[in-house]
T-cell receptor, first 113, second 109 residues
Framework: ETGVTQSPTHLIKTRGQQVTLRCSSQ?????VSWYQQALGQGPQFIFQ???????GRGNFPPRFSGLQFPNYSSELNVNALELDDSALYLC????????????FGSGTRLTVV | TQLLEQSPQFLSIQEGENLTVYCNSS?????LQWYRQEPGEGPVLLVT?????EVKKLKRLTFQFGDARKDSSLHITAAQPGDTGLYLC?????????FGKGTLLTVNP
């Protein structure tokens, strides 16, 4: 399988709710990262998973959590949604160890009302 | 905290013109990558540069990495409407990319 696929493409949630975003990484890419991109901003690093364990985290609170599965899929979970969580959430994968760039998915547009 | 500053933030030019966008940082990165992002899509990798002073060409696009590996530039020759998009630079470290805010380029026919 080629490319990175994210679902859903759009989502509307109410403040205080929980959300799970899904990503299917490119085959052979065992490193996956999640980014948050607010309107008019560059993507901000949330965390990275390698071999199903978190091995790097950005400046995001613990209510942002993730999972990575052996079949190159992963999840981003956000609890207690806040209005400021409204953003485009991007999943990116790459082969471990290389200096090649990441392959990004098209993202999930989350709106919190 | 590593920061990347991109300039200009917005650029609107006519088809056929040349342009340069800049990416500057006070920190050294192990690599620097340029991405192009269209509305509603994720960033698409254009190039990765890793060696100070490195220059890479991709058709009409020329990328340069500064000698000190803290800054980079992207030069587009004879811009076309299809070049329109958000150009993002990103510094690579051990486990993450640090992005600038991007340069929004509009090429008018």
């Amino acid at each position: 399988e080629t490319g990175v696929t994210q679902s859903p493409t759009h989502l509307i949630k109410t403040r205080g709710q929980q959300v799970t975003l899904r990503c299917s990484s490119q085959s052979g890419h065992n490193t996956v990262s999640w980014y948050q991109q607010a309107l008019g901003q560059g993507p901000q690093f949330i965390f990275q998973y390698y071999r199903e364990e978190e091995n790097g985290r950005g400046n995001f609170p613990p209510r942002f959590s993730g999972l990575q599965f052996p079949n190159y899929s992963s999840e981003l979970n956000v609890n207690a949604l806040e209005l400021d969580d409204s953003a485009l959430y991007l999943c990116a994968s790459r082969a471990t160890g290389g200096r090649d760039g990441y392959t990004f998915g098209s993202g999930t547009r989350l709106t919190v009302v | 905290t590593q920061l990347l500053e991109q300039s200009p933030q917005f650029l609107s030019i006519q088809e056929g013109e040349n342009l340069t966008v800049y990416c500057n940082s006070s920190s050294v990165f192990s690599s620097l990558q340029w991405y192009r992002q269209e509305p509603g899509e994720g960033p698409v990798l254009l190039v990765t540069v890793v060696t100070g002073g490195e220059v890479k060409k991709l058709k009409r696009l020329t990328f340069q990495f500064g000698d000190a590996r803290k800054d980079s530039s992207l030069h587009i020759t004879a811009a076309q409407p299809g070049d329109t998009g958000l150009y993002l630079c990103a510094g690579g470290s051990n486990y993450k990319l640090t992005f600038g805010k991007g340069t929004l380029l509009t090429v008018n026919p």
